[in-house]
């Protein structure tokens, strides 16, 4: 059962987002009106839960999504759009976690992730206004020789030469801010409008899947030889069911909530700043994330706004005013913007796991599989995500398995401490933050 507020409520008496502004909704015509019997249940209308059908559909399966809301409504819709490659944690770390085979099987997916992304853009004459090159921006000195560590780790075990390092001045010069001391450019990965990307997806299956928007599921349970999956508006029959809520996933899966904790985290846009200004401020246009761990990160939009992300929340409730919540940080990194209007602000929750790695697994004889916990870095990984759990049921397991073989620790105290323990966690990095600032 779900529990009394659902995560995805939090969303329910909010202004619109500069994403929501800027593109139709679906307004998916689906009803579900009886009861129905179908080979995959999708549960979320985001990008894992679109991707899936996406591949799904195309294998042949006949598929429903459920969507609490609307497509979108939850992360995909909210994000900073940074379409990165490898993992959440930078990939020495992955290869000290799980060994240096898995960990490049890894890297492979997340260069994968990000083709795909491109590839489903260009075959479809997708509009979410793609750009290339994501800016880290170093905040601690001690990020300097990490950046050139991992220049040339890369370079070396896996002859990857998509990053370049900039020192001070020179990062000064790309980036219109006093207080960073280096950069290290990634030019394998993108930023988007999330929001376009998703519903121009969904708008693509819309002829074969059944989308119900609207109709949040209740409860699943198996049955017999199928899962039973109970919506607001009926009950669908299904062999498979692939779980895709995220942050927003509650008690759905039961204890596999304790896997991750839900954070909220936020956005603004200014008015538009026009091409010039804001190339004064971002010279070439990347997207950039800075190495604190309370990140900031920001990218201009299609029609020049400054869109700027920052600030956590870890309890159930959004901060009242993000406004001037992420207004704050954004005057400590650029105090020029000051006099620009903000037109927007918004927050979105998001599934962070304990080792920032994705969970993927299947409950109920493999008949529910999920996967969730994306950290942060989820915009390409949970298009990928799509096409693994779709071979994953096709019978194919072996690159699912790259993720489902990965341990993930679960929150001590599930429910009563997990909000707690990371509150407890963030207060130590966000002085710590404070100090650097
Ligand atoms: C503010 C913010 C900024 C971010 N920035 C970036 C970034 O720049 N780059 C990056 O890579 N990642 C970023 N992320 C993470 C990324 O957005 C997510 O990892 C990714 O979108 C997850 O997609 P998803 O489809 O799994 O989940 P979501 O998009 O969250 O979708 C889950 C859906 O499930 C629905 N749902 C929940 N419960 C039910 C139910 N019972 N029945 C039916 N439907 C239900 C919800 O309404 C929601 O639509 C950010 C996240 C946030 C919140």
Known sequence: MLTKNQTYRQHDNEKISFYRSSVDDLNSKDQLNADIDIDVCVIGGGLTGISSALNLSKKGYTVAICEARKVG????GRNGGQLGIGMRKDQYTVEKMLGINHAKELWNLGLESVDEVKSLIKEN????????GVMSTACFEKDIDEYKFEIEHMSKNYQFE???????SEIKHEIDSDIYQAGMLNSGSYHLNPLKLTISLANLIKKNVKIYENNRVLKLYEKNDKVEIVTKNGIIKANKVVVACNGYLDTLLGSKKNKFIPINNYIVATEPLGEKKAREIIRNNYAVCDTRFIIDYYRFSEDWRMIFGGGE???SKFVKDSKSFVTKRMLKVFPQLKDYKI?????GTLAITVNRLPHFGSIMNNKVIYAFGYSGHGLALSVLAGKLIAEHINGNSDRFKFFSDISHMSIPCGSLLRRPIYSSTIMYYKFRDYLSS
Not at 162 to 168: D, E, I, R, S, V
């Open 73 to 76: 409504w939850g992360a995909s």
């Open 125 to 132: 004459n997708i509009d979410c206004h793609l750009v290339n």
């Open 162 to 168: 998509g990053y370049k390092y900039f020192n001070k």
């Open 313 to 315: 929340t870890f309890t």
């Open 343 to 347: 037109d927007y602000s918004w927050g």
